[in-house]
Nanobody, 124 residues
Framework: QVLLVESGGGLVQAGGSLRLSCTAS????????MGWFRQAPGKEREFVAA????????LYQDSVKGRFTISRDNAKNTVSLQMNSLKPEDTAVYYC?????????????????WGQGTQVTVSS
């Protein structure tokens, strides 16, 4: 079993930055692909970014390309999401997810473990 805990959310003005962190416990995630998803009120959970087990491959939703960067530190069992140039439409609860395979996925069904989420609010 893998427990994922997100941190780093908060309120920021448009154009600002936040760095989300996801800390895993219970099992090493070094052989797992990891992802970040988000869910805005009244909307379905959507893919944001994913990273392969080694960090050698990353994927991003088109709307965040060039603004968000996903990274991981396998020695610390953590995954991060650096978010720059934030926009009001980025407002959502952000979730960290673990996939018990080495390759990335962009659908929620591709991930077995989920964190509780952290709120990100971007004011205009």
């Amino acid at each position: 079993q893998v427990l994922l805990v997100e941190s780093g959310g908060g309120l920021v003005q448009a154009g600002g930055s936040l760095r989300l962190s996801c800390t895993a416990s219970g099992r090493t995630i070094s052989s797992y692909a990891m992802g970040w998803f988000r869910q805005a009120p009244g909307k379905e959970r959507e893919f944001v970014a994913a990273i392969s087990w080694s960090g050698g491959r990353t994927l991003y939703q088109d709307s965040v390309k060039g603004r968000f960067t996903i990274s991981r530190d396998n020695a610390k069992n953590t995954v991060s999401l650096q978010m720059n140039s934030l926009k009001p439409e980025d407002t959502a609860v952000y979730y960290c997810a673990a996939r018990t395979r080495t390759t990335v996925a962009v659908t929620t069904t591709g991930y077995e473990y989920w964190g509780q989420g952290t709120q990100v609010t971007v004011s205009s």
